[in-house]
């Protein structure tokens, strides 16, 4: 199950559980678009692998069980360990590989 983490790792905008902002890595490495699109290049900095949209946990209750309220989004906030500079570094090498050959 996704942590649905509250943040962008790379400018630490919110990205709640509702936001179509929120993209994420295999690993849930979690980034807004602006970030994924203009500073990474679809490469997530930790791991070199790709983004997709997070997807949006329903807010109702529409199966037992399943939804934002019995599996609530996490607060715990990330932020990368990375500079600017070495992200940059770290990207150019990667992104003009596809990720399915990464
Ligand atoms: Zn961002
Ligand atoms: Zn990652």
């Known amino acids: 199950m996704l942590e649905l983490r509250p943040n962008c790792e790379g400018c630490d905008k919110d990205l709640p559980p509702s936001s179509p902002e929120a993209n994420i890595c295999s ?3 979690t980034f807004c678009t ?8 679809n490469v997530c900095p930790n791991c070199g692998g790709g ?14 069980g399943v939804s ?10 990330v932020n990368t360990q990375y ?8 990207v150019s090498k990667l992104e003009k590989i596809s990720p399915e050959n990464r």
């Open 34 to 41: 602006a970030c994924v699109e203009t500073l990474l290049h």
């Open 27 to 29: 690993f849930e490495c």
């Open 83 to 90: 500079t600017k500079s070495e992200i940059a570094e770290f």
């Open 68 to 77: 934002l309220a019995t599996r609530p989004a996490s607060k715990e906030r």
């Open 51 to 64: 983004f997709s949209s997070r997807p949006i946990r329903p807010k109702n209750e529409h199966r037992p």
